[in-house]
């Protein structure tokens, strides 16, 4: 079992910018595809963006995109998050998962599907 400690988050003035971290311990994580999902208050938690297990293939909510980069650093057993032109509405609890499936290759990832979860880390955006 994989366990995912998330950092990075805090408080940022509308349109900052932030870096969140998910580091890994228990197992390497270089064959699992890993995700960020959000849950911002009152809300249910939602998909914000995942990365394949090879990192060459990232995904991103509609309402991230062009804003948020996904990335790995297989060698720090880590995934990074940075997020850029923060608004409002990003203001959530932030969670990085881990794929259940080793070396998982389908374009279609269900949040079922992640079976390892950090505690989260808060970000709040204030205009």
């Known amino acids: 079992q994989v366990q995912l400690v998330e950092s990075g988050g805090g408080f940022v003035q509308a349109g900052g910018s932030l870096r969140l971290s998910c580091a890994a311990s228990?197992?390497?994580?270089?064959?699992?595809?890993m995700g960020w999902f959000r849950q911002g208050p009152g809300k249910e938690r939602e998909f914000v963006a995942v990365?394949?297990?090879?990192?060459?293939?990232?995904f991103y909510a509609d309402s991230v995109k062009d804003r948020f980069t996904i990335s790995r650093d297989n060698a720090k057993n880590t995934v990074y998050m940075q997020m850029n032109s923060l608004k409002p509405e990003d203001t959530a609890v932030y969670y990085c998962?881990?794929?259940?499936?080793?070396?998982?290759?389908?374009?279609?990832?269900?949040?079922?599907?992640?079976?390892?979860w950090g505690q989260g880390t808060q970000v709040t955006v204030f205009s």
């Open positions: 990365i394949s297990w090879s990192g060459g293939k990232t």
């Open positions: 228990g197992r390497a994580i270089s064959g699992f595809a």
């Open positions: 998962a881990a794929h259940a499936t080793e070396y998982y290759s389908d374009s279609y990832y269900y949040t079922s599907d992640f079976g390892s």
